[in-house]
């Protein structure tokens, strides 16, 4: 399927190009042209498109294909419109130009994370509806705003909003990571992104005096604590072979802030660390954990959040659940070996089960490194076509479930 001429471009790497130009960067995206590509898209392909302004200048986008039977549930297929931003001079070619190489690698922000998603899903559409398909459940194609900064404005207020009880959504697919094996990478469950500050304050004085009970006294114990229990984090990690990344609690140490001059002893200094727990760990005694390392300390140790993700839900991956079965299934039919995983990172998906929708992440994406938010993001355009070869067997199988004890 590989092309090699733009005359011999197949037309859904054309329109995956077009997508990646769309300079929806962080942090300020350009989400007004992203959702008039998707209103074009949503015009040629005869679909319904909803915009929900969730936020002043976010827009949900929602193409609909409806399903023959309304009673069902619906499919959720989504993706976010936005992408992260770029250090240009470390890129081979223009991040925002979706340069495609004589091999066909097509270079691009957002070419994994996740734009060829946003195009596979509307391309499989395109195929199933040209050759005249119908199936018993809608799908839903929802094009978010803001996933990369935490979807606050994005995901997170969509789910609460009427327009969202209105999909009645049954199952929702949406982004994972690329594979560099031949395998495929599915997560179930993600990890809970706790972004935690840690203020330290302490006796001030001249930089020349042996001072007690300093602020980086104290922050320098919290740090070495917190930085023991990432070693031993990553210990358990690799000492276990049947462990995946996404089953241990990581932690970084992310930044450092405090001080004014080199002789002046500063009252306060902060640390800011971006853990990542693990969805077995019981959050309760974690946060205790957390209070009892700042108490160690000493006096005037406390810690805020920046991000506190409290709900964290797994999505079933045996033949009890039926969606699971439907996109095993057709896996196994493809020949698909797959990985399933906690995902290390944070997506929309965990708005999306802890409103009660089970979800998979899911990038079709193997023999390809992972290279979402580094340099020269990209994609083999063969790689790309594939993933719409699979979604196009994925949809009809999902969208055909039964109806589910709890809808009949
Ligand atoms: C925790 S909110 C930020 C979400 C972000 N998601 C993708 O990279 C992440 O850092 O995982
Ligand atoms: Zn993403
Ligand atoms: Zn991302």
């Known amino acids: 399927m590989t092309s090699k001429g733009p005359e011999e471009e197949h037309p859904s790497v054309t329109l995956f190009r077009q997508y990646l130009r769309i300079r929806t960067v962080q942090p300020k995206p350009d989400y007004g042209a992203a959702v008039a590509f998707l209103e074009e898209r949503a015009r040629q392909l005869g679909l319904s498109c909803q915009k929900v302004e969730v936020a002043p200048g976010y827009v949900v986008t929602v193409l609909t294909w409806p399903g023959t039977n309304p009673t069902l549930s619906s499919i959720l297929l989504n993706s976010h419109t936005d992408v992260v931003p770029v250090f240009k001079e470390y890129w081979s070619h223009d991040p925002f130009e979706a340069f495609k190489d004589s091999e066909g690698y097509i270079y691009a922000r957002g070419a994994q994370d996740m734009k060829c998603i946003s195009i596979q899903y509307l391309e499989a559409v395109r195929r199933l509806k040209v050759e ?15 996933e990369e900064v935490g979807g606050h404005q994005g995901m997170e207020l969509f789910v609460q909003r009427p327009e969202f009880q209105v999909l009645r959504a049954g199952f929702a697919l949406d982004e994972g990571l690329a594979n560099p094996t031949d395998a495929f990478t599915v997560f179930y469950s993600e990890r809970s992104p706790w972004w935690v500050r840690i203020t330290s304050t302490g006796r001030p004085g001249h930089g020349s005096r042996f001072i007690e009970d300093t602020a980086a006294e104290k922050l320098h114990k919290v740090v070495s604590s917190i930085l023991a229990f990432r070693e031993k984090e990553w210990q358990r990690l690799q000492s276990n072979p049947h462990l995946k990344e996404g089953a241990v609690t990581s932690v970084n140490l992310t930044k450092l802030e405090g001080g004014v001059a080199y002789n002046v002893v500063p009252a306060t200094m902060s640390a800011s660390f971006d853990f990542r727990v693990a969805p077995d760990v019981d959050l309760k005694a974690f946060e205790e954990q957390l209070q009892s390392w700042c108490q160690a300390a000493g ?9 506190k993700w409290t709900q964290p839900q797994v999505t079933p991956t045996d033949d009890s ?3 699971w079965a439907a ?18 990172a944070a997506t929309d998906s965990r708005y999306l089960r802890a409103v009660g ?8 994406m193997n023999r390809t490194p992972v290279l979402l938010h580094d340099h020269d993001e990209r994609l083999h355009e063969a790689v790309f076509l594939r993933g719409v070869d699979i979604y196009t067997h994925l949809l009809p199988a999902l969208a055909s479930v039964p109806a589910l004890p709890s809808e009949s």
Do not use: Y
């Open 132 to 146: 005249g398909h119908q199936f018993p459940r809608t799908i839903h194609m929802t094009f978010v705003p803001d």
């Open 299 to 307: 006096e005037g140790v406390t810690f805020e959040f920046g991000q």
């Open 321 to 323: 659940n039926p969606w």
């Open 327 to 344: 996109f095993s299934g057709v896996c196994k039919d493809l020949n698909l070996t797959l990985e399933p995983e906690i995902c290390p």
């Open 357 to 364: 929708v089970p979800a998979l992440g899911f990038s079709p």
